[in-house]
């Protein structure tokens, strides 16, 4: 057990390292090299400041070549890869693809038209392990024939599903066809299979999942999502800009703060909306009391499941206090309706508690003494050292995100890589784990609370003295079609809001990328080898969000 | 089983809880005691008709058409539906006229949909009645009236309301002092409390869950979404709220509702206290709070 961290000093997090990591962040290309290797690969990048990314257009026959290209050239993962009907060109697919880099700037973002009539586009899979979901998600949605994909199985869509709902032109009706889902077949002597859900036996979300055992130990699990899809992506389309947060906040409700602002992120960067810096340290503020709130539900969850009630009762003590403090500052205890496009949706400056910053100090501490003592719990830490291990080499091919990721040591974080808003020109502390366990993800939540309490305490001293209520205000009319990216740090982790806007300022397509969706295979990985009783401890150090990966 | 050390950090001093120094995290009463209503800017639209003046504005703004402004018929006719609101305040950001006021109400909890239908206007016919007969919800009482087990289904909430419903179990809201459970099976369960607008994936799974429930069951619907499918009533892939699929006996709007309004709304439906909302009328005394 390592002591506690000094102030300033980056918190250790294991007892005696395994491998000794180089480089916590790696050094990246610059955008100026970016445009340099893009242009190598024979490709004409157009810089998109709303994106703060490279566009480039590339017919369907370069797309594997430019995809594995550019994520090779700039050492960064696929972000999300969706499909759009554009409106300007009625009857096409456009299918996008984002590479983030991790720098405050740069990235590539990958355009690519399809013919009308029998859209096809190589696989990425093949390359790019965990691009198949998103690619199964494009061919039921949209219909578009994603040759050498092995996992042809509808992703969202279950067996009652009409044609692909996206798919332009004038809509078939249902051909009453059932697709029957089948699981990945493990067979042999003494495997049995459990199936567990939709309906599972906690206050969570539902969900199936397919065990294959012999005798306790799980040798493969599946999960089958999509139970909670409710079309959301295509509930903002027709919608006013400034209106479209009230769907942002519903994709992951735990996390509506996180959602509402990464969609408020993109619309501003769209056109060009200016936000008061004193709204952004608000935003801040209120994103980092979710997150606190939110990671203490994983702390509670975790000492739940290894029967520490008295552990999860103080957590959950400390949650109820986080959830009146965001009701107290904005009237809702999950914060929705706050954060608008062009800043706040109302003035709070003046509902906060003029002793918050205590309050957040107080809770730092709290958070800290729990962190000992429940470690210094050697029936507490036995079920945790060694459950549900997901490598650093998964996460990375995985290109897991958030805390999962940094728990198996990748040191990503979009407030330090790519910060936005508030934390431009702050400094924060990325936790890092070795051992990808259990363990390391309660220890890396728990110095995220810590370190979201500083923060916390450190955007209260930014605030601006002035308490005058600010005007609400409406982003301009586009005039013209516009399109931006967003992103937040949400508690789970990667964030990411695609729009486009039309000339009438309403908009026409919204992609919203939750950071479950990209970590959802983790749970698979955790439990592999694993024994049955152990699953609800490994998905609860996970929390994925079933909502935010269905939609 | 014998002490293992694995981590010996010099065992720290009894941690105090975060007790009465945070007051917010502390055990409530209610509904065994008096209700007290946190801090925070009041959240439930309240219509005042005396002040309206009937521009519409309200309507246009709600994200969930949860308000409706006629005057087709001569007099102005304002419908606000408790069930489709997500509690958002659009609506009194957008009144030219003040009419839209906001206030601080938790009890909304109702037996009988069209008890979150506020009319103003002129008298209109009366609304059909409610759904289980008075034996039935007799019987309920008493035979569920100090022990209650309910199961909680996820219909494809966006997971805020578990959070909620979940919150019910922290040391604050306590839901077990007052006989009630969350089981993990249906099979345990009297009742059956349900998220989420019933997507079109969910939708088996809920009709299993309500069969293996033994009967007499009760079902309460949760949320905006539970009650009318709150943000995604719109969406092809859903329901529209448990009723659709379900007999529900009581609806708790909100979005998400706070723990004190699901404690409100399961009281309610063991009987143990009376209906606050009619017709959509807030009551008088809860209006005190002078409205914002
Ligand atoms: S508060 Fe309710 S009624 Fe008012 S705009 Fe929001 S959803 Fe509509
Ligand atoms: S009512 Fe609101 S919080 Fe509850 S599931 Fe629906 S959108 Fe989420």
Known sequence: MTPPAEEGEEPPLEPAPAVALAGDFPSRPTPAEERRSLGALGLDPVWDPSEDL??????????????????????????????????????????????????????????????????????????????????????EMFGVDVSGLADRRPLLLHEHHPNPPLRPGPASAPDGRRVEYSFRPVEGEGIYEVPVGPVHAGVIEPGHF????????????????????????????????????????????????????????????????????????????????????????????????????????????????AYQTLRAATGSRLGRGTIGVGGLRRPIRGNLDPDLATTYARWREAIGRLRDEWLGKSSVVDRLEGTGEISRWVAELMHFVGPVARASGLRIDLRHDRPYGAYVGTEVRVPRGLTGDVRARLVVKVEEIVESCRLAEEFLRRLPADRSPLEPRRPPSPG??????????????????????????????????????????AIEFAVRGAILPDFPLCNKSLNLSYSGYDR | MTERTVDPPPRPARAPLPGPADPAASPIRYPLGPLELPV??????????????????????????????????????????????????????????????????????????????????????????????????????????????????????????????????????????????????????????????????????????????????????????????????????????????????????????????????????LGKVDQRLARGEIPADALRSPPR
């Open chain 1, 54 to 139: 490279w566009r480039v257009d590339v017919p369907p026959e370069g797309w594997v070549a430019a995809a594995v290209g550019a994520s090779d050239a700039l050492q960064h993962p696929l972000s999300t890869l969706f499909g759009e009907a554009p409106r300007e060109a009625p009857g096409t697919i456009r299918v996008h693809a984002l590479f983030l880099g991790i720098r405050p700037s740069g990235g590539v973002h990958l355009r690519c038209a399809l013919d009308p009539p029998r859209p096809t586009l190589p696989t990425l899979s093949t390359t790019l392990p965990y691009v198949a979901p998103f690619e199964r998600e494009l061919t």
């Open chain 1, 210 to 321: 397919r065990f294959q055992v012999v005798g306790e130990k799980i040798l493969n699990l599946e999960a089958r999502l999509g139970y909670t899809h409710k079309g959301t992506e295509r509930l903002f389309e027709g919608k006013p800009s400034d209106l479209g947060s009230i769907w942002a906040e519903s994709v992951s409700g735990d996390m509506s703060l996180a959602g509402a602002a990464a969609y408020a992120y993109a619309v501003e960067r769209a056109l060009d909306v200016a936000v008061p810096p004193g709204d952004e340290v608000v935003r801040g503020l209120l994103l980092e009391t979710e997150r606190i709130a939110f990671l203490l539900g994983d702390v509670a969850g975790i000492a739940l499941d290894v029967g520490y009630a008295a552990g999860a009762a103080r957590a959950n003590r400390l949650r109820e206090a």
């Open chain 1, 480 to 521: 013209e079609r516009r399109s931006g990216l967003g992103w937040v740090e949400s508690p789970r982790g990667e964030f990411l809001v695609h729009v486009t806007i039309g000339p009438d300022a309403r908009l026409e397509r919204v992609h919203v990328r939750d950071p479950s969706f990209l970590n959802w295979p």
């Open chain 2, 40 to 269: 925070g800017p009041p959240r439930t639209p309240l219509h005042r008709a005396e002040r309206c003046e009937g521009t519409g504005a309200c309507a246009r703004a709600c994200p969930t058409d949860a308000i409706s402004v006629d005057r087709s018929l001569g007099p102005t006719v304002v419908e606000l539906d408790y069930g489709k609101c997500l509690f958002c305040g659009l609506c009194i950001d957008a009144c030219p006229s003040g009419a839209m006021a906001s206030v601080r109400f938790e009890e909304m909890a109702v037996r009988d949909r069209a008890d979150l239908r506020l009319r103003h206007g002129p008298p209109s016919p009366p609304l059909a009645g409610s759904r289980l007969a008075d034996e039935v919800r007799e019987r309920v009482r008493r035979l569920y009236g100090d022990s209650l087990a309910i199961r909680a289904v996820d219909a494809g909430s966006c997971n805020g309301c578990e959070v909620e419903v979940a919150a019910l179990l922290w040391p604050r809201y306590d839901l077990e002092r007052l006989g009630i459970q969350l089981v993990a099976s249906p099979r345990h369960a009297d009742a059956l409390i349900v998220t989420g607008p019933v997507t079109r994936n969910m939708r088996l799974a809920l009709e299993k869950t309500y069969r293996a429930v033994p009967g007499p069951s009760f079902v309460v619907a949760v949320g905006a979404c539970g009650i009318s499918g709150g943000p995604f009533r719109d969406s092809p892939e859903v329901e529209g709220g448990v009723d659709r699929v379900l007999p529900v006996e009581v609806y708790v709007p909100g979005c998400p509702p706070s723990p004190v309004s699901l404690l409100y709304g399961l009281w309610l439906a």
